[in-house]
Structure formats: structure tokens, C-alpha cells
């Protein structure tokens, strides 16, 4: 199935696919329970205004993070959307914040330009557990 997946990507997204797909295989999800510490912030990316909410395990690392804009219909909301269910989805089967956030596309001065990379980057400086 990888082979498939990868098949249809750039060369240059290869490598973080591979890297992402070596640190989840065969790990259990590790669930969340039911009250837990969550925050709410307000970020900039892209000329929109995102509303994030990020929760945390208990151990103070990321666990889930969701994404909203008022701007409805479009494209970049539903894809980053998508890209934050796939975020917490690879936190709670195990990647670690830190290995997803160096995964994570940055500009040529080293700073996070998606939606989700700016807002793991904010929740783990929130968290302290860096």
C-alpha cells in the first residue's frame, strides 16, 4: 500500500512520507480521555485568521489539534482541516511532536508556514514539554 501512496508523490515529499510511515507502523492509538487540558488561540497564516483548539495528554504533549476560519468554501479550510484530523491522528498513534514538527514545511528562514505547523509549534511552546 505505501508503495502506492508514494508512487504518486514529488521525490522531495518521498523522505517525510517514509519517515512518518517507519514511526507509526504497528503502534497502538493511544486514546484520549474523555476531560483533558485543552486551549484555545487565535493564529495569522496566509492572510486568514485561524481559531485552534489543541489538547494534550497528560503528560503535557500535543494530542489533538482542530483548525477553523470564518472563510467558508474554501479549499485551504478543507485541506487544513484534513491535515490537523491527520496531525492528531499520527500524535496518538505515536510520532512525536517533535519528529512531526520537523516533518512540517518551513521558508527558507527556517519559520513554520502552514496553519498546522504554526499552531503545533505555539501549542508546544504553550505546553513547555519541548
Known amino acids: 500500500m505505501l508503495a502506492t501512496v508514494t508512487e504518486n508523490i514529488g521525490a522531495h515529499m518521498r523522505p517525510r512520507i517514509l519517515r512518518a510511515w517507519d514511526v507509526l507502523r504497528g ?29 494534550y495528554f497528560d503528560n503535557g504533549n500535543v494530542a489533538e489539534i482542530f483548525a477553523s476560519t470564518a472563510k467558508t468554501g474554501e479549499l485551504l479550510r478543507d485541506l487544513t482541516n484534513d491535515a490537523a484530523i491527520a496531525t492528531s491522528l499520527a500524535l496518538q498513534f505515536g510520532c512525536t511532536q517533535e519528529t512531526l514538527l ?10 513554520a508556514v502552514s496553519p498546522i505547523a504554526i499552531a503545533l509549534e505555539r501549542a508546544i511552546k504553550i505546553s513547555g514539554a519541548a
Open 102 to 111: 520537523s516533518a512540517l514545511t518551513r521558508n527558507s528562514r527556517g519559520e
Open 27 to 55: 503502534k497502538p492509538r493511544r486514546l484520549l480521555r474523555n476531560r483533558r487540558t485543552s486551549i484555545n488561540t487565535t493564529i495569522e497564516c496566509q492572510g486568514f485568521e485561524w481559531m485552534i483548539t489543541v489538547s
